[in-house]
């Protein structure tokens, strides 16, 4: 039997796309990859470029209420015990772990059973697990230069390998940026892989404000969620303004290489793809998150001068339609933002992140 390498990794794009970006690095170079990850995953299937997909119970410790976080530990014991049985009986050559509680029991009975391991941290924060997981790991790999919150004593663990993106990102960074023609700005607009309600809230409005001659040399692009893509079709027919809407977009990151701007959140993903793609943007992160982990992506890309970081409690129609106003009289420094964006872009992440997973992995 081939030892394969063990992906650990949350059942959502944010965590398995950098997975699945790994696994086709790995298998280029001849190993077997499985994936471990919990039951929301197991409906990308046969999409995934691994040679089997196992699922493990696994739950968060941050709901509210004491019953909450009693259940929750009890699914994550019952998870560390079935990576225990899959790592006995796989015998990997690495354990590699993105984030997401998922990867708790896979990488804890990694390192109860001397399997070597590496943590891949995404955002320019560490999350909750993954600092809790730090100290357990043979390699700490990060997706940003710097990162945030690691304790001190684990800084030689760290490396920075940058963020694996989709194929379908790689090939669209072949795209130039795209020229204005007839004068006319392509602007898209997302939030995340489900919308964003601010979204559908603010962009509209901002539209309204913009003069007849403004919004006739604007293209618009936008995701947004099923219950709120109505209402924003209906204000932008009430303005006699086309819109292409919809609440995904599967081929966005061709959306992103025909965009001369982009407004969104600042997920790592997101920052990652606008960076290696290089395209200019606002970003307005998403202001819940415990460790702010968003305004933190944001500023990799606003320090180089690749976007305008815009707090949500900013972000206001009339806010945006300045800056559109902007981005419209000025397309030469959409231009210089997008070749910033491109400057700490890093495209071969997921060869980067191969290397140091092979230099502590086993033996096949």
């Known amino acids: 039997m081939t030892r394969p390498i ?8 944010g965590h398995l796309f950098p997975a699945a970006s790994l696994a086709a690095a790995l298998r280029r170079r001849g190993a077997a990859v499985t994936l471990v990850t919990d039951a929301r995953a197991l409906k990308y299937g046969g999409d995934l470029p691994v040679d089997a997909v196992h699922s493990i119970p696994a739950a968060t410790t941050t709901g509210a209420g004491a019953l909450n976080k009693a259940r929750a530990t009890l699914v994550l014991g019952l998870g560390l015990v079935a990576a225990s049985a899959l790592v006995l009986r796989l015998k990997p ?6 984030g997401g509680y998922p990867t708790v029991p896979p990488l804890i009975a990694a390192a109860l059973l001397g399997a070597p391991s590496v943590l891949h941290e995404q955002n320019a924060v560490i999350g909750r697990a993954n600092r809790f997981l730090a100290p357990r790991v043979s390699r700490i790999a990060t997706g940003f230069p710097e990162l945030k919150g690691l304790a001190p004593a684990l800084a030689a663990k760290a490396r920075y390998t940058g963020n694996p993106v989709r194929p379908a990102v790689i090939e669209a960074a072949a795209a130039p ?4 023609n007839e004068g006319r700005l392509n602007l898209l607009v997302t939030g995340g892989s489900q919308g964003a309600r601010v979204m559908a809230d603010i962009v509209p409005a901002a539209l309204a404000l913009l003069s007849v001659d403004q919004r006739a040399r604007l293209r618009l692009t936008m995701q947004a969620r099923g219950e709120d893509k109505a209402r924003v079709a209906a204000a932008c027919a009430a303005m006699n303004f086309p819109v292409e809407i919809a609440d995904f977009f599967a081929d966005l990151p061709a959306r992103i290489a025909r965009a001369h701007l982009v407004v969104g959140r600042s997920g790592a993903s997101t920052v990652s793809e606008l960076a290696v793609i290089g395209r200019p943007s606002i970003l307005v992160p998403f202001p819940h998150a415990l460790d702010q982990d968003q305004a933190a992506n944001a500023a990799i890309l606003a320090v180089v001068g690749a976007a305008t970081v ?4 900013e972000f206001t129609p009339e806010r945006l339609a300045d800056n559109l106003r902007s981005a419209l009289a000025d397309p030469a420094a959409l231009a210089r933002q997008a070749a910033a964006a491109r400057s700490v872009g890093v495209a071969n992440a997921a060869e980067r992140l191969a290397d140091l997973v092979l230099e502590i992995a086993r033996p096949a």
Do not use: I, K, M
């Open 177 to 180: 940026y795209p020229a204005f």
């Open 310 to 313: 815009t707090p949500q409690s």
């Open 93 to 98: 050559r690495a354990v590699v772990g993105f």
């Open 6 to 13: 063990l992906l650990a990794a949350g059942g959502t794009g």
